[in-house]
């Protein structure tokens, strides 16, 4: 008789550690699913801001070459480096990982678009000092803007921490380029010691 009420007292203490344990299990079952979510939704996320990098860079240099006469493909280049961009840059908005990152959205969508019809408005001109002028005065500062965009949406990932590939000006792409406008024959020249010939 003494060892049934024995157990029955313990009843209720083996009922709360089984939900306790139960619950538990569920409980970091669900955490860990989350944090596995989190973990591949920022590393996929990451990944759209490279390719954005990289499919922005090769325009640009194919604008380069347009410029230095030395390509007869730049519209194919163009338009496929364009949808790359426009495919990532839509994953990269829609994804819920990155947070308060609707102003930075909509900012990088129009600095895009400027880029685009800069760039298309090269093609379609025919004269070297114009496609240079739409070069310098509308594409390179539409590409410094993207690329600080794609930086601070790098930061919203890593933190605060200064990175040092953000906010770079239309100074440093000028330099980083070494463009040089020259006078010969009445025409403007372009010379690009590294983009072109990299």
Request: with cysteine; net charge positive.
């Amino acid at each position: 008789m003494l060892r049934a009420r024995l157990f029955l007292n313990l009843v209720p203490f083996l009922v709360i550690l089984l939900a306790t344990g139960v619950y538990a299990t569920v409980l970091f079952s669900r955490l860990t699913s989350s944090v596995d979510t989190t973990i591949t939704r920022h590393h996929e996320n990451l990944i759209t801001l490279q390719k954005m990098g990289d499919a922005l860079s090769r325009m640009d240099k194919q604008m380069l070459l347009v410029l230095a006469r030395k390509t007869n493909n730049a519209v194919q280049v163009l338009a496929a480096q364009g949808a790359t961009f426009s495919e990532n840059l839509k994953q990269n908005l829609h994804n819920p990982a990155v947070p308060h990152s609707t102003v930075l959205g909509q900012r990088l969508e129009a600095d895009y678009e400027t880029f685009q019809v800069a760039a298309w408005t090269i093609l379609q001109e025919e004269k070297l000092p114009a496609q240079f002028e739409e070069y310098e005065h509308k594409l390179l500062p539409a590409r410094a803007a993207i690329e600080t965009t794609l930086a601070q949406f790098r930061r919203l990932h890593y933190g605060d921490r200064p990175r040092r590939s953000g906010n770079r000006t239309v100074d440093d792409f000028l330099d980083d380029r070494r463009l040089v406008r020259c006078s010969r024959d009445r025409q403007l020249c372009l010379l690009s010691t590294r983009t072109i010939h990299s």
